[in-house]
C-alpha cells in the first residue's frame, strides 16, 4: 500500500479530517475516468466521485491496513457508478427493442443520443460503438468498461462488482457478444 | 477435433485463457478457429476506448472542497455515534439525550426570566426603558439550538447520502430520527413564543420529515429512503437548516441577539 496513502488513512483515524483532503485530491482523476466511462454522463460521474468519497470516509473504520486505498476506493467508486446507471435506468421508461436480446427479462435504455458522450466522439462509427455501449445491461457495461477499458482482470472486476470472479467473466463474455451484434454492421461497411 | 469456444477465444483475447498454451497450441492447428480468433480481435480492437473529458489540475481540490463541510471528525464522530442512539441499544441513550435537552432548555428559559426580572430591578428607570428597546440575550438557549441545528445538518447529509439499497442504514436513521424528534418538539414549543417565522418554517418542515423517518409503516425501506429524501430536497431542508444554523453561530460568537424574536 501507498505509504502516504496510509499515514493519511491513519491521521482521518486519530481526528485529522483534513488529511482526507490529501486522499481526495490524489485520486479523484482515476475515479472521475472510470465513473465517466460507466455512466457516460460527466455530472453523474462527478456525482459518483463525490459519492464515493464519502462513502469511502465513512467506512474507513473498516479498511485494512494491508489493503491498497486506491483499490479500495476504486471498486466504492464502481459500485457507485453502477448504482447510479440502475437508478438511472429505473428512471427511464423506454425499452429499446432487440428481440433477440439474450436477456429479454433485463431492462435496456434507449440510446442516449443527445448525452454529452456522444458528442465527444466523431462520426458514426463513435456513435454506433455508444450506442452499443448503452444497450447492455449496467452489469454488462460495467463489467465490459472494466475489462476492455480499464484492463482489469475479472477477479478484480467480480470483486469491484460484488460477484463471484466466473460471474464477472460471464458478463464480460455477455456483453462482448451484444457489442459484436450491435458492431456487426460496421464489419460489412468496413 | 472440439472447436475452441467464443468465451474460450475471448479469455485468450483478455489474456486471461485458462490454458493459454493448449489455446494457442490449437489456433495453429485448426484454420477455423484461427480466422474466428482473428476476427474477434479486430472487433475488439475496434471499439475505442471512451475517453474521459479532462480535469484540471484543481480537480481534486474542488472535490474536497465539496464533501469537506458533509464529513465529520473521525474522534468526534465516534462519540456522537455513541452518544446519540446509533450503537446497538442506542434508543434509551437518545430517549435520555431528549430528556436532556428538554430539561437545558426549560432551565435556560427560568433562569432568563429570573436573571431578567433581577436585572430590571437592578436598573434605573431610564436604564430600565433603554434595555426594553433591545432583545432579550439568552446565550443558553442560543447554544442548545446550534447544537440541535448541528445535529439536524447531519442527519439530513446522512439521509441525502444514504444508501437506498443498504438496510444497515435504515435502523441507525430511525434511531437518530426519533431522538432529534424529541428534540425538535421541544425547540418548537419553546419557539412557538417568539417572532422568528424563517426558523419556525424550518423547525416545522424538519419535524415533518422526522417524525416520517421515525414513524415509516413498515421501517425504512429503500424506496421510503428514497421518499424521503426527494421530499427533503423538495423542501431545500438541507439548505434552511445550513443557513439558520450560520445566522445562529454568528449571533453565538457575537454574543448578541440582535435579530427579532428575542429568544435566540
Known amino acids: 500500500m501507498d505509504r502516504n496513502d496510509h499515514a493519511a488513512i491513519q491521521a482521518v483515524l486519530a481526528g485529522d479530517k483534513e488529511a482526507y483532503g490529501a486522499l481526495v485530491v490524489r485520486h479523484s482523476h482515476t475515479l472521475f475516468r472510470v465513473a465517466y466511462r460507466i455512466t457516460g454522463n460527466e455530472a453523474d460521474a462527478e456525482d459518483v466521485v463525490q459519492e464515493a468519497f464519502l462513502r469511502g470516509y465513512r467506512k474507513l473504520e473498516g479498511f485494512e491496513a494491508r489493503a491498497n486505498f486506491s483499490t479500495w476506493i476504486y471498486r466504492i467508486a464502481v459500485h457507485c457508478a453502477l448504482d447510479k446507471v440502475k437508478r438511472r435506468r429505473g428512471d427511464e421508461t423506454s425499452r429499446v427493442g432487440d428481440t433477440n436480446d439474450l436477456e429479454q427479462d433485463q431492462v435496456q435504455v434507449a440510446d442516449e443520443a443527445a448525452g454529452p458522450d456522444r458528442l465527444l466522439l466523431s462520426g458514426e462509427i463513435g456513435a454506433m460503438q455508444l450506442a452499443a455501449l448503452h444497450s447492455l445491461t449496467a452489469t454488462e457495461r460495467t463489467a465490459f468498461v472494466l475489462r476492455h477499458m480499464e484492463d482489469r482482470t475479472t477477479a478484480e472486476i467480480g470483486a469491484a462488482l460484488g460477484i463471484d470472479p466466473n460471474a464477472a467473466k460471464q458478463a464480460v463474455f455477455r456483453a462482448v457478444q451484444k457489442m459484436r451484434r450491435r458492431l456487426a454492421p460496421l464489419r460489412v461497411a468496413t | ?264
Open chain 2, 1 to 264: 477435433m472440439r472447436h475452441l469456444s467464443e468465451m474460450e477465444l475471448i479469455g485468450q483475447v483478455y489474456g486471461e485463457a485458462d490454458s493459454p498454451a493448449a489455446v494457442e497450441q490449437h489456433l495453429a492447428a485448426c484454420g477455423e478457429c484461427a480466422a474466428s480468433f482473428a476476427e474477434l480481435r479486430r472487433d475488439l480492437a475496434g471499439v475505442d476506448r471512451v475517453e474521459a473529458p479532462a480535469r484540471d489540475a484543481h480537480y481534486g481540490d474542488r472535490v474536497w472542497a465539496a464533501i469537506a463541510p458533509s464529513l465529520p471528525l473521525y474522534a468526534k464522530h465516534k462519540r456522537r455515534l455513541w452518544s446519540s442512539g446509533w450503537a446497538p441499544g442506542g434508543w434509551l441513550r437518545g430517549l435520555g439525550y431528549a430528556a436532556a435537552v428538554a430539561l437545558l432548555v426549560a432551565g435556560a428559559f427560568y433562569a432568563g426570566r429570573i436573571w431578567e426580572q433581577r436585572e430590571q430591578k437592578k436598573q434605573s428607570p431610564i436604564a430600565n426603558q433603554q434595555h426594553q428597546t433591545q432583545p432579550n440575550r439568552q446565550p443558553i438557549v442560543v447554544v442548545v439550538l446550534d447544537d440541535h441545528l448541528d445535529r439536524s445538518e447531519r442527519f439530513l447529509v446522512q439521509l441525502k447520502h444514504a444508501d437506498v439499497d443498504s438496510a444497515q442504514m435504515a435502523s441507525p436513521l430511525r434511531d437518530e430520527a426519533r431522538t432529534l424528534l424529541a428534540a425538535n418538539r421541544v425547540c418548537r414549543k419553546n419557539l412557538a413564543q417568539t417572532d422568528d417565522p424563517e426558523l419556525a418554517t424550518a423547525l416545522d418542515h424538519l419535524d415533518s420529515l422526522l417524525a416520517e423517518t421515525a414513524n415509516e409503516p413498515g421501517g425504512l425501506n429503500a424506496q421510503a429512503i428514497a421518499r424521503l429524501q426527494e421530499q427533503m430536497n423538495a423542501d431545500g431542508l438541507l439548505f434552511e437548516v445550513r443557513v439558520l444554523r450560520s445566522r445562529i453561530t454568528d449571533r453565538k460568537a457575537a454574543g448578541a441577539n440582535p435579530a427579532k424574536g428575542g429568544t435566540i
